[in-house]
């Protein structure tokens, strides 16, 4: 069983920055895949950016140059910063982990969830 625990959203202006952490217990998020998604109010859930245990990343289109995944195996944690924000980004981002190397874009392919946490972005 793994544990996934979301936290650093807020508010924020359009242009602005938040960096968004997902804690993991009961796996370490090194040996897992780790992704990122969000759904925005009335939209379906969008893949965001996942990092394979391999290292490699993968990133939506909409957010790539803006949006970097990374992991701190210490702290068993990996996070997402998050740049020149647009009111778009605003929704709740979950995270999601997976055995595996691959990363899949479907949530179908995520075994764990976090609870979310709600970014909004402001015009």
């Known amino acids: 069983q793994v544990q996934l625990v979301e936290s650093g959203g807020g508010l924020v202006q359009a242009g602005g920055s938040l960096r968004l952490s997902c804690a993991a217990s009961?796996?370490?998020?090194?040996?897992?895949?780790m992704g990122w998604f969000r759904q925005a109010p009335g939209k379906e859930d969008e893949f965001v950016a996942a990092?394979?245990?391999?290292?490699?990343?993968a990133y939506a289109d909409s957010v790539k140059g803006r949006f970097t995944i990374s992991r701190d195996n210490a702290k068993n944690t990996v996070y997402l910063q998050m740049s020149s924000l647009k009111p778009e980004d605003t929704a709740v981002y979950y995270c999601a982990a997976r055995s595996g190397y691959d990363m899949p874009a479907m949530t179908t392919a995520y075994d764990y969830w976090g609870q979310g946490t709600q970014v909004t972005v402001s015009s």
């Open positions: 009961g796996r370490t998020a090194s040996s897992s895949t």
């Open positions: 990092l394979s245990w391999t290292g490699s990343a």
